[in-house]
């Protein structure tokens, strides 16, 4: 299996500006995550989805920010407008199972950069 | 409100030397308790879990984690460390039902030659 896919894999721009992040989750994994990792706050769960379902988001900073997840392999990230804090790595994970009990797998990340 | 705490956000130690990341956590009930490491401009990847079977876990490259209750920690540990085990750790928890991991804030291990 391919693993879990992220691109891009480095987005540089310039604040006002509308971000697209995108996610593929492994085949068959009825869960899938995104976290915002930066140093101050660490990694933060934004948002959740159990069958394409969003289940959680409370974690998401501000309107700015929505995600959706038309089908089961492909889920986006897009912040309008994008603002210089907005600056950290965005991680995709998916998993099946139960939460926890079950192991997640994490994209490599999109580094995202607003200027 | 329930919580995981990593103590020390960097640990550096000796080529050889034993490897020891503090991992507590704040739970009345008993959580389910996961290492994952990440390696410099990758994603996470699980290290080992503990899902209330026994109580000492032993993971990939070596390293191996007990769960003490009474003292609410399961640090993680390695006997001989590695120049290629510098990398962030996280301690990360579930502590009910079918709800998201939460991770603590990590940890960067260094490695000196």
């Known amino acids: 299996d391919a693993g879990v896919i992220q691109s891009p894999r480095h987005e540089v721009t310039e604040m006002g500006q509308e971000v697209t992040l995108r996610c593929k989750p492994i085949?068959?994994?009825?869960?899938l995550f995104w976290y915002r990792q930066t140093m101050m706050r660490g990694l933060e769960l934004l948002i959740y989805?159990?069958?394409?379902?969003?289940?959680?988001d409370s974690g998401m900073p501000e309107d700015r920010f929505s995600a959706k997840m038309p089908n089961a392999s492909f889920s986006t990230l897009k912040i309008q407008p994008s603002e210089p804090r907005d600056s950290a790595v965005y991680f995709c994970?998916?998993?099946?199972?139960?939460?926890?009990?079950?192991?997640?797998?994490f994209g490599e990340g999109s580094r995202l950069t607003v200027l | 409100a329930q919580s995981v705490t990593q103590l020390g956000s960097h640990v550096s130690v000796s080529e050889g030397a034993l490897v020891l990341l503090r991992c507590n956590y704040s739970s009345s009930v008993p959580p389910y308790l996961f290492w994952y490491v990440q390696y410099p401009n990758q994603g996470l990847q699980l290290l080992l879990k503990y899902t209330s079977a026994a109580t000492l876990v032993k993971g990939i490259n070596g390293f191996e984690a007990e769960f003490k209750k009474s003292e609410t920690s399961f640090h993680l540990t390695k006997p001989s460390a590695h120049m290629s085990d510098a990398a962030e750790y996280f301690c990360?928890?579930?502590?009910?039902?079918?709800?998201?991991?939460?991770f603590g804030k990590g940890t960067r291990l260094s490695v000196i030659a």
């Open positions: 994970a998916s998993g099946s199972g139960r939460l926890n009990t079950g192991e997640l797998f």
């Open positions: 990360a928890v579930s502590f009910s039902g079918n709800t998201p991991l939460v």
């Open positions: 085949s068959g994994h009825d869960y």
């Open positions: 989805f159990n069958n394409n379902v969003p289940i959680d």
